[in-house]
């Protein structure tokens, strides 16, 4: 008898979920409390039910190669990077597709989940739901919750003095969708993160003047790299991951500094990282050129508001401020856990590989898609996805919740004590996560066999960008169209920019004849790099560690 497996939330990563369970031959039951699928990309016209959804103008930050379900690539003629309106058509399709929709009760709340009496031997769940007034309670092996961590919105007013006293429109990012009723106004975006620079600049081309107040700085990346290649493309790579293991960081993070800074001098432009503060990274392909242009003014803090204006910590007064935006993120909570499980599930140091609570006896709870990456989140939620199903059916093993507890609970205290810093609030390597994963379902490559076995496909998966459909070439959901995927995913790419053919166009020897033309070598030599222990990695950073620092020092005052 199939296993019954409940999906909480029918978005991005429950979709993936609920088709990963089938996949395994288990049987889900999706609650999803709208109408529809998408989640936060299902675009409303207003945020009246309390579900956060995308602004009518959201273009995706990652390319469509990068940011797919493993075995669904995009069509070829979808853009690279897409408005939401194109992103749920593909989420829909992927829907169809696989026949999902069946598996989905929509209009239904979940109220509680809870463990049963006999859980720390059957590990079952008893799930009380709610459709229309009428409660329902049944009885589940193993829960998924993909509800996502854009739930509640954080609107920190505490921490602005003299907030209470404004007489201007107060608003979160959640309740903004479109430009309309902004006109001729001045406004005041408080917060830097993608969402902040995208209001900031929609905002820009009809009011009178935006102010963007930031208390970090950010370093902005354009959507496309050289040549006008996807820039997720061109950076996540499996060679470019190699070689930051074998580099000092510090000359890594030096060179990357001053690539950015080619473009346009951060500094200049209001927007270079706060000193003593971690470095973070927007998409954003106008906001350059709208400061540049006046329509965006860069702010400090805002240390107090007053009935009109604000005062910012530099010093300066801006006044007339008509409305102020807070894009100050989102709060995640699992409203429908019991304590101590509501609470330790909001800790990612208590999540095993951000996916499986440590406090319970039996590994049949997933929480899916609560990590923050420097790469695609679909991608990631659906290799969790694959991993917690194999798991479920026991397939996959975890080490004992007991001795993951104890760990946890001994990083936190000297988290506490400040001996060691607190990394769970950082972006993980998309490359290292994904393959931690993949590792333990079975489906990582392995690159020297691959070289033997098929060294196109090789040169490919190390040399070319790490899109999704690696983690479909080997091992347990293995997809046979995987490999041609993998070999035409820069047709796909440059398909859609095909528009307009000019005949005759002489063109100049192009990267990848010379790579071609010394492929081979470079493959070997990486391959035996790779090959060696991570003791010779170890050595060779800390001889360049010490060799580059009195390099750099004398770069920087020379």
Same mark, same amino acid.
């Given at each position: 008898?199939?296993?019954?497996?409940?999906?909480?939330?029918?978005?991005?990563?429950?979709?993936?979920?609920?088709?990963?369970?089938?996949?395994?031959?288990?049987?889900?039951?999706?609650?999803?409390?709208?109408?529809?699928?998408?989640?936060?990309?299902?675009?409303?016209?207003?945020?009246?039910?309390?579900?956060?959804?995308?602004?009518?103008?959201?273009?995706?930050?990652?390319?469509?190669?990068?940011?797919?379900?493993?075995?669904?690539?995009?069509?070829?003629?979808?853009?690279?990077?897409?408005?939401?309106?194109?992103?749920?058509?593909?989420?829909?399709?992927?829907?169809?597709?696989?026949?999902?929709?069946?598996?989905?009760?929509?209009?239904?709340?979940?109220?509680?989940?809870?463990?049963?009496?006999?859980?720390?031997?059957?590990?079952?769940?008893?799930?009380?739901?709610?459709?229309?007034?009428?409660?329902?309670?049944?009885?589940?092996?193993?829960?998924?919750?993909?509800?996502?961590?854009?739930?509640?919105?954080?609107?920190?007013?505490?921490?602005?003095?003299?907030?209470?006293?404004?007489?201007?429109?107060?608003?979160?990012?959640?309740?903004?969708?479109?430009?309309?009723?902004?006109?001729?106004?001045?406004?005041?975006?408080?917060?830097?993160?993608?969402?902040?620079?995208?209001?900031?600049?929609?905002?820009?081309?009809?009011?009178?003047?935006? $102010?963007?107040?930031?208390?970090?700085?950010?370093?902005?990346?354009?959507?496309?790299? #050289?040549?006008?290649?996807?820039?997720?493309?061109?950076?996540?790579?499996?060679?470019?991951?190699?070689?930051?293991?074998?580099?000092?960081?510090?000359?890594?993070?030096?060179?990357?500094?001053?690539?950015?800074?080619?473009?346009?001098?951060?500094?200049?432009?209001?927007?270079?990282?706060?000193?003593?503060? !971690?470095?973070?990274?927007?998409?954003?392909?106008?906001? +350059?050129?709208?400061?540049?242009?006046?329509?965006?003014?860069?702010?400090?803090?805002?240390?107090?508001?007053?009935?009109?204006?604000?005062?910012?910590?530099?010093?300066?007064?801006?006044?007339?401020?008509?409305?102020?935006?807070?894009?100050?993120?989102?709060?995640?909570?699992?409203?429908?856990?019991?304590?101590?499980?509501?609470?330790?599930?909001?800790?990612?140091?208590?999540?095993?590989?951000?996916?499986?609570?440590?406090?319970?006896?039996?590994?049949?709870?997933?929480?899916?898609? $609560?990590?923050?990456?420097?790469?695609?989140?679909?991608?990631?939620?659906?290799?969790?996805?694959?991993?917690?199903?194999?798991?479920?059916?026991?397939?996959?093993?975890?080490?004992?919740?007991?001795?993951?507890?104890?760990?946890?609970?001994?990083?936190?205290?000297?988290?506490?004590?400040?001996?060691?810093?607190?990394?769970?609030?950082?972006?993980?390597?998309?490359?290292?996560?994904?393959?931690?994963?993949?590792?333990?379902?079975?489906?990582?490559?392995?690159? +020297?066999?691959?070289?033997?076995? #098929?060294?196109?496909?090789?040169?490919?998966?190390?040399?070319? +960008?790490?899109?999704?459909?690696?983690?479909?070439?080997?091992?347990?959901?293995?997809?046979?169209?995987?490999?041609?995927?993998?070999? !035409?995913?820069?047709?796909?790419?440059?398909?859609? $920019?095909?528009?307009?053919?000019? +005949?005759?166009?002489?063109?100049?020897?192009?990267?990848?004849?010379?790579?071609?033309?010394?492929?081979?070598?470079?493959?070997?030599?990486?391959?035996? $790099?790779?090959?060696?222990?991570?003791?010779?990695?170890?050595?060779?950073?800390?001889?360049?560690?010490?060799?580059?620092?009195?390099?750099?020092?004398?770069?920087?005052?020379?």
């Amino acid at each position: 008898m199939a296993k019954k497996v409940a999906v909480i939330g029918a978005g991005v990563s429950g979709i993936s979920s609920i088709k990963c369970c089938v996949d395994e031959d288990l049987e889900p039951t999706c609650f999803e409390r709208s109408d529809d699928i998408g989640g936060l990309w299902k675009f409303t016209e207003s945020s009246k039910d309390g579900m956060t959804r995308v602004y009518k103008s959201l273009v995706t930050n990652v390319c469509k190669e990068m940011s797919c379900y493993s075995d669904f690539p995009f069509h070829e003629d979808y853009p690279n990077f897409m408005n939401q309106e194109k992103f749920w058509d593909y989420l829909q399709e992927f829907a169809e597709h696989f026949d999902l929709l069946k598996y989905i009760q929509f209009k239904t709340t979940v109220c509680s989940i809870t463990k049963r009496p006999d859980f720390s031997e059957t590990g079952q769940w008893d799930v009380v739901t709610e459709t229309e007034g009428k409660q329902n309670r049944a009885v589940f092996d193993a829960v998924m919750v993909c509800t996502g961590h854009f739930l509640n919105p954080h609107l920190p007013l505490e921490a602005f003095p003299g907030i209470h006293k404004f007489k201007g429109q107060i608003l979160h990012s959640q309740e903004y969708k479109i430009p309309e009723g902004f006109q001729g106004k001045r406004i005041l975006v408080i917060g830097l993160g993608n969402t902040g620079g995208d209001i900031a600049v929609e905002l820009s081309r009809t009011a009178a003047q935006v $102010l963007l107040s930031t208390r970090t700085g950010t370093w902005v990346l354009g959507r496309s790299a #050289d040549w006008g290649y996807p820039f997720n493309m061109m950076v996540i790579r499996r060679y470019y991951s190699f070689i930051a293991q074998v580099l000092p960081s510090r000359f890594l993070n030096w060179i990357q500094e001053r690539k950015l800074n080619k473009r346009f001098n951060h500094e200049d432009y209001g927007l270079s990282i706060t000193k003593g503060k !971690t470095a973070k990274f927007i998409v954003n392909d106008e906001l +350059p050129n709208c400061i540049l242009c006046g329509t965006i003014t860069m702010k400090t803090s805002v240390m107090e508001f007053t009935e009109t204006s604000a005062v910012f910590e530099d010093g300066t007064v801006e006044e007339n401020i008509d409305v102020v935006i807070f894009t100050t993120g989102y709060t995640f909570s699992f409203p429908f856990f019991e304590e101590p499980l509501k609470s330790l599930c909001t800790k990612k140091i208590f999540l095993y590989k951000n996916v499986f609570p440590l406090n319970l006896e039996r590994a049949t709870l997933a929480i899916i898609g $609560l990590l923050s990456l420097k790469g695609s989140i679909l991608s990631a939620t659906e290799l969790q996805a694959r991993w917690a199903t194999r798991v479920f059916k026991g397939l996959c093993k975890i080490p004992p919740s007991q001795k993951l507890m104890m760990e946890a609970t001994e990083k936190e205290q000297l988290i506490k004590r400040g001996v060691i810093k607190d990394t769970n609030k950082d972006k993980l390597d998309y490359i290292a996560y994904m393959d931690d994963i993949a590792a333990c379902i079975g489906t990582k490559p392995s690159i +020297p066999l691959l070289f033997l076995k #098929d060294p196109r496909l090789a040169w490919e998966v190390f040399f070319g +960008p790490c899109t999704p459909y690696q983690y479909r070439l080997v091992g347990p959901g293995k997809w046979d169209g995987a490999r041609n995927a993998i070999l !035409t995913q820069w047709d796909r790419t440059l398909k859609p $920019l095909k528009t307009r053919i000019v +005949p005759d166009s002489s063109k100049p020897a192009s990267m990848s004849h010379y790579l071609k033309a010394w492929g081979a070598p470079v493959l070997l030599a990486s391959l035996l $790099l790779i090959c060696k222990s991570s003791l010779f990695l170890k050595l060779v950073r800390d001889k360049l560690q010490d060799r580059m620092s009195p390099y750099l020092v004398s770069l920087w005052r020379g």
